[in-house]
């Protein structure tokens, strides 16, 4: 596992990039989104994100001293945000209009700064009525997490309406997940409204799961942890 960390330097005029170890992770710009991904068998785990300034170094080349000094600026909820879109995923998609909602400092030259670890993992991915299963042969399941609800419009939209698939900001974690299925060498969950909830009526939501397959030795040590 690596921790992984993504600093995206903003202004009004143009943007700057200090990019991350290409051995271990690639991102691809775009004027509205930024694109971070693992690699394959791998998932995104977000440990922290910032959008701001928390130092006078970071995005500081050619900057003036009067747009670095705040370094108490960050904006609230970027955490949030950051793992809505990727907590969890192979791949994910950051809008950059959903981070520039509001200025936590105007004058102040900011960025965006993100730290995730890419997790070995197999991702499970069942549709709003179909049934979870979860397999690991003569090893045990361990959950990394689980969310339930929907967090974009592709996945589980085959055949359903738009208004079904719009809302894109529904997304619960799944505690029954890890409780039902770990330690267990087969495990199945309905992703249904009546085992999760309803995180978002009127949308058509679905499972997601990232687990790992370990011995049964080594579950029972963590579990004790």
Do not use: W
Not at 39 to 63: N, P
Not at 85 to 105: A, F, G, W, Y
Not at 200 to 210: D, H, M, N, P, R
């Amino acid at each position: 596992m690596y921790l992984i960390p993504f600093t995206f330097c903003f202004n009004s005029g143009g943007q700057n990039f200090v990019s991350p170890p290409q051995c271990q992770v690639r991102l691809l710009l775009s004027v509205l989104f930024k694109i971070v991904l693992c690699f394959i068998m791998l998932l995104i785990s977000v440990q922290s994100a910032l959008y701001g300034r928390a130092d006078s170094v970071t995005c500081s080349e050619g900057r003036p001293a009067n747009q670095l000094s705040n370094t108490m600026c960050s904006q609230n909820g970027i955490l949030d945000l950051v793992k809505r879109s990727c907590e969890l995923r192979q791949r994910c998609r950051i809008d950059m209009r959903d981070v520039r909602t509001s200025d936590p400092c105007v004058g102040t030259y900011k960025y965006l700064q993100t730290n995730f670890i890419c997790l070995p993992a197999i991702q499970d991915v069942t549709c709003e009525g179909s049934t979870a299963q979860l397999r690991c042969g003569k090893r045990v399941i361990f959950v990394y997490g689980a969310y339930y609800g929907r967090r974009n419009r592709r996945t589980c939209s085959e055949g359903r309406p738009q208004s079904q698939v719009e809302n894109v900001n529904c997304i619960n974690p799944a505690q029954r997940v890890p409780q039902r299925c770990n330690g267990r060498h087969f495990c199945s969950i309905e992703a249904s409204n009546s085992v999760f909830g309803d995180p978002c009526y009127g949308t058509y939501k679905y499972l997601e799961v990232a687990y790992v397959c370990i011995c049964k030795f080594f579950y029972v040590s963590i579990s004790q942890i």
